[in-house]
């Protein structure tokens, strides 16, 4: 059978059924032959994160895919790879290739060698009868340790080679490994013990699907929870223990009880030291449970380290805790604690939460949108800066998967596409991106994807004309030459592509908007919902 064929057949083993992509590849035909339905974008970034979000809404379970042009094609979707190395998502990239006897003569890109330092591994075929053995450790990689992208080269001229018949090629295993038994006892005997313990869980819960095990870690010992932007919705925010989750913008009470924390215990998380990430006090004693042994004292030195699954490390603490502590610890004291500590922070908040100001406040279309929906049927997305810092701190995400939190590389423009590869792999859910007027420039015109591929998506758009957190760096230039100021009329924009589009000017108007957004999404229909916000600056950091 011919390379792509087999390539096309591979992929079908191993559980993909859509490939994000953008022409010429012609591993799209193959994939279309072998029922595997491509999904074309209008610019390649864009598709990455398609794909992304198609593995991160299934823990991984399901490989999102991505194909392209050899050259430009391939150095276009070069920062939607390095997302996905970034935030540590499983993807395969599979992009055409200059042909074997030029791929390594420059200017000509080579993708293998260009992304291989951000990516998991990156590999070119250059034999047709390798390809078994190159898929082979290519998926290895892709469902076992650690996530991020893989890269699978095909040289242009591989298309009519050979594969030996019959394809010779068996869905590859995923396993598991666990943290040292001794360090188990270790770990146990110091949340045991600890006056003030609080767990901050990262995404590696999510790819576990280890959320009953950290719920029930929590409620034995009664310990608070916190979470990174990634792990967001791996414990139900609107549980008694639950401190919400943590970027540059927190809840008051993450900073409050990390700060008075005697123990910090990190699970599936990496402690990776950024701007979008919870800062951990100094002088704690952290015990790290993490997937990667890589991460053990790279940001943040731990007195403990457990190597392992999130769910096989769970596991064998609770088994662990249990032969000492047989039932749940009164959480009625530190619940209270906690309860208070939310109720004063959202004092200071409601005024912008429920402002009657126009132009509108951010705050207030938010919390506007947390109570339409149905959250726990609905999957969010924040994108890069104002939109993340004022949504994550407020939306209260009561299931798994509901929330695809990000920050440590902050791509403007990220959630279009991870709200539409959310759908195509969860087509039951509400599914929605939060954007402002600097992210819809770099990615506003995917839009029309969503149109197109009939993927019925809302996007939040808040257009305050401004990059208004830019405006106390760039005073001179804004003044000067009007350098902060953008423009658009984006509502017009979405009903120019064929979507559904409306511009929200009155406070009044934000709930019904909402309401008619979701009754289109119902129909097949994409939505793209403009409200017209204040250049509102202020978030909730630590000490506010």
């Given at each position: 059978?011919?390379?792509?064929t087999?390539?096309?057949?591979i992929?079908?083993?191993?559980?993909?059924?859509i490939?994000?992509?953008?022409?010429?590849?012609h591993?799209?035909?193959?994939?279309?032959?072998?029922?595997?339905r491509?999904?074309?974008?209008?610019q390649?970034?864009v598709?990455?994160?398609?794909?992304d979000?198609?593995?991160?809404?299934?823990?991984?379970r399901?490989?999102?895919?991505?194909?392209?042009?050899h050259?430009?094609g391939?150095?276009?979707?070069?920062g939607?790879?390095?997302?996905c190395?970034g935030?540590?998502?499983?993807?395969?990239?599979?992009?055409?290739?200059?042909?074997?006897?030029l791929?390594?003569i420059?200017?000509?890109?080579?993708?293998?060698?260009?992304m291989?330092?951000?990516?998991?591994s990156?590999?070119?075929?250059?034999?047709a009868?390798?390809?078994?053995?190159?898929f082979?450790?290519?998926?290895?990689k892709l469902?076992?340790?650690?996530?991020?992208?893989v890269?699978v080269?095909?040289?242009?001229?591989?298309?009519n080679?050979?594969?030996?018949?019959?394809?010779?090629?068996?869905?590859?295993?995923?396993?598991?490994?666990?943290a040292d038994?001794?360090?188990?006892?270790?770990?146990?005997?110091?949340?045991v013990?600890?006056?003030?313990?609080?767990?901050?869980?990262?995404?590696?819960?999510?790819?576990?699907?280890?959320?009953?095990?950290?719920?029930?870690?929590?409620e034995r010992?009664?310990i608070?929870?916190?979470?990174?932007?990634?792990?967001?919705?791996?414990?139900?925010e609107t549980?008694?223990?639950s401190?919400?989750s943590?970027?540059?913008?927190v809840?008051?009470?993450?900073?409050?009880?990390?700060?008075?924390a005697d123990?910090i215990?990190?699970?599936?998380?990496s402690f990776?030291?950024?701007?979008f990430?919870i800062?951990?006090?100094?002088?704690?004693?952290i015990?790290?449970s993490t997937?990667?042994?890589?991460?053990?004292?790279?940001?943040?030195?731990?007195k403990?380290?457990?190597?392992?699954?999130?769910?096989?490390?769970?596991d064998?603490?609770?088994?662990?805790?249990?032969?000492?502590?047989?039932?749940?610890?009164?959480?009625?004291?530190?619940?209270?604690?906690?309860?208070?500590s939310?109720r004063?922070?959202?004092?200071?908040?409601?005024p912008?939460?429920?402002?009657?100001?126009?132009?509108l406040s951010?705050?207030?279309?938010?919390?506007?949108?947390?109570h339409?929906?149905?959250?726990e049927?609905t999957?969010i997305?924040?994108?890069?800066?104002?939109?993340?810092d004022?949504?994550?701190?407020f939306?209260?995400?009561?299931?798994?998967?509901?929330?695809?939190?990000?920050?440590?590389?902050?791509?403007?423009?990220y959630?279009?596409g991870?709200?539409?590869?959310?759908k195509?792999?969860r087509?039951?859910?509400?599914c929605?991106?939060?954007?402002?007027?600097?992210?819809i420039?770099f990615?506003?015109?995917?839009f029309?994807?969503?149109?197109?591929?009939r993927?019925?998506?809302?996007?939040?758009?808040?257009?305050?004309f401004?990059m208004?957190?830019?405006?106390?760096?760039?005073?001179?230039?804004?003044?000067?030459?009007?350098?902060?100021?953008?423009s658009?009329?984006?509502?017009?924009?979405?009903r120019?592509f064929?979507?559904?589009?409306?511009?929200?000017?009155r406070?009044?108007d934000?709930?019904?908007?909402?309401?008619?957004g979701?009754?289109k999404?119902?129909e097949?229909v994409?939505?793209?919902?403009?409200?017209?916000?204040s250049?509102?600056?202020?978030?909730?950091r630590?000490?506010?």
């Amino acid at each position: 059978m011919k390379l792509g064929t087999a390539i096309a057949e591979i992929m079908k083993r191993e559980g993909i059924e859509i490939l994000c992509g953008y022409p010429v590849n012609h591993l799209i035909e193959h994939a279309a032959k072998a029922e595997i339905r491509p999904v074309m974008v209008r610019q390649e970034r864009v598709g990455v994160h398609m794909a992304d979000a198609i593995s991160r809404v299934t823990s991984g379970r399901t490989i999102g895919a991505f194909c392209m042009q050899h050259g430009p094609g391939a150095e276009n979707a070069m920062g939607g790879v390095a997302q996905c190395f970034g935030e540590s998502v499983p993807v395969l990239v599979l992009p055409m290739g200059y042909q074997r006897r030029l791929a390594h003569i420059e200017p000509n890109f080579n993708s293998s060698e260009a992304m291989k330092p951000f990516s998991k591994s990156s590999e070119p075929i250059i034999l047709a009868a390798e390809v078994t053995n190159i898929f082979r450790r290519a998926f290895t990689k892709l469902k076992n340790g650690r996530g991020g992208p893989v890269v699978v080269e095909i040289p242009a001229d591989m298309w009519n080679e050979e594969v030996p018949e019959p394809l010779d090629y068996t869905p590859v295993l995923r396993t598991r490994y666990g943290a040292d038994p001794v360090h188990v006892k270790e770990a146990a005997n110091l949340l045991v013990n600890a006056k003030r313990p609080v767990i901050y869980a990262g995404q590696g819960v999510h790819y576990a699907q280890a959320w009953p095990q950290l719920k029930r870690l929590a409620e034995r010992l009664s310990i608070p929870v916190t979470t990174s932007l990634g792990g967001k919705s791996s414990f139900p925010e609107t549980h008694p223990l639950s401190l919400g989750s943590g970027g540059l913008a927190v809840p008051r009470a993450v900073p409050k009880f990390l700060a008075e924390a005697d123990v910090i215990f990190g699970i599936g998380c990496s402690f990776t030291e950024t701007s979008f990430g919870i800062a951990m006090p100094k002088g704690k004693i952290i015990i790290h449970s993490t997937l990667d042994p890589n991460h053990l004292n790279k940001d943040v030195e731990a007195k403990i380290g457990l190597v392992g699954d999130a769910g096989l490390v769970l596991d064998a603490l609770l088994e662990e805790i249990g032969k000492t502590v047989t039932a749940d610890r009164d959480a009625s004291a530190v619940a209270a604690e906690i309860a208070a500590s939310h109720r004063e922070w959202l004092a200071k908040w409601m005024p912008k939460l429920t402002s009657n100001d126009a132009p509108l406040s951010p705050y207030r279309v938010l919390w506007d949108l947390q109570h339409t929906v149905d959250v726990e049927n609905t999957i969010i997305t924040h994108d890069a800066g104002s939109p993340r810092d004022q949504l994550s701190p407020f939306w209260k995400a009561v299931t798994p998967l509901s929330y695809l939190g990000w920050g440590k590389t902050t791509q403007l423009g990220y959630g279009l596409g991870l709200a539409m590869g959310a759908k195509l792999a969860r087509p039951d859910k509400l599914c929605i991106n939060v954007w402002g007027d600097a992210a819809i420039g770099f990615t506003g015109m995917d839009f029309e994807t969503a149109v197109r591929e009939r993927i019925p998506i809302i996007s939040i758009l808040l257009n305050n004309f401004s990059m208004a957190i830019e405006l106390k760096v760039m005073p001179i230039s804004t003044e000067k030459y009007r350098s902060t100021d953008i423009s658009g009329d984006y509502a017009a924009m979405a009903r120019a592509f064929g979507g559904y589009g409306e511009r929200v000017t009155r406070p009044e108007d934000i709930i019904p908007a909402i309401k008619r957004g979701i009754q289109k999404t119902r129909e097949g229909v994409p939505v793209l919902l403009e409200f017209i916000t204040s250049k509102e600056t202020e978030v909730s950091r630590p000490g506010t």
